[in-house]
Nanobody, 120 residues
C-alpha cells in the first residue's frame, strides 16, 4: 500500500506564489510519472503538469511559463511551484503518482487534495 500526503495549499492574492508538495510512502520499488491535476468547482479535473522518471516535463497551456513541476526521488516527492497566480487557478489540486510496487505492478495513487484560492 502507498500513501500520498499533500501540503502547501492556501489563499493568495493574484500575482502571488504558492508551492505544493506531495510525498509518497509505502511499498515503492520505483516511481514512474508524477502528475499534478486540478479541479475547479463545477469543472472536470484537468492535468496541469507531469514529470516523467527521466525528468521530462509537460504543462497545460494555461500554466505554461508560470508553474514548475519537480521531483526528488530521494524523498519520493513531487512539487508544484506556482507563480503569477490568477483567480482562474483557483481549484483543488491533486497529485497522482504511478508507482511500481514490489510485484512489478504499476499502480497510480492519488493525494488527498490541496485547496488553492486566488483572490483578485
Amino acid at each position: 500500500q502507498v500513501t500520498l500526503v499533500e501540503s502547501g495549499g492556501g489563499l493568495v492574492q493574484a500575482g502571488g506564489s504558492l508551492r505544493l508538495s506531495c510525498a509518497a510512502s509505502g511499498s515503492i520499488r520505483r516511481i514512474n510519472n508524477m502528475d499534478w491535476y486540478r479541479q475547479a468547482p463545477g469543472k472536470q479535473r484537468e492535468l496541469v503538469a507531469t514529470i516523467t522518471a527521466a525528468y521530462i516535463t509537460q504543462y497545460a497551456d494555461s500554466v505554461q511559463g508560470r508553474f514548475t513541476i519537480s521531483r526528488d526521488n530521494t524523498k519520493n516527492a513531487t512539487y508544484l511551484q506556482m507563480y503569477s497566480l490568477k483567480p482562474e487557478d483557483t481549484a483543488d489540486y491533486y497529485c497522482a503518482v504511478t508507482v511500481i510496487n514490489s510485484w512489478g505492478l504499476a499502480i497510480t495513487y492519488w493525494g488527498q487534495g490541496a485547496q488553492v484560492t486566488v483572490s483578485s
